[in-house]
């Protein structure tokens, strides 16, 4: 079971991912914005990937992967972006600055498990 960390502020959206994680067999640990999730992460530096939104109050999820990015272990980890934005402008702007992957809203849940999927086992396969 790997530790999953998603990061969304709006309850219904956090709560359908979780749900995706948690049936994937995963443990989830669901934060409401940046700012809670690296303290999320501080404490948590076996987390196997993120799930974050972009647009959140407090903190957004550029500067939030910004700053974990700087946490020791924690340079590497796979990051997917599930935002609502859509131009090609700002999807290649946010991979330039370390994030995995995109999504664009409304949800695909099963691109979102495929994601979960790949890079899980990709991190299993290089820390045994």
Not at 106 to 120: A, K
């Amino acid at each position: 079971m790997a530790k999953v960390l998603v990061v969304e502020d709006d309850d219904n959206v956090r709560a359908l991912i979780c749900e995706w994680v948690e049936d994937l067999g995963h443990q989830v640990l669901p934060a409401e914005n940046g700012l809670v999730a690296l303290g999320i992460a501080e404490k948590n530096r076996d987390l196997a990937l993120i799930l974050t939104d972009m647009v959140m109050p407090e903190m957004d999820g550029q500067e939030m992967i910004k700053r974990i990015r700087t946490m020791e272990g924690m340079a590497d980890i796979p990051v997917l972006i599930i935002s609502g934005i859509v131009g090609p402008k700002e999807i290649r702007e946010v991979l330039e600055r370390g994030t995995t992957e995109f999504q664009t809203k409304p949800l695909e849940g099963d691109r979102i498990r495929e994601f979960i999927d790949r890079y899980i086992a990709w991190r299993d396969r290089h820390t045994q």
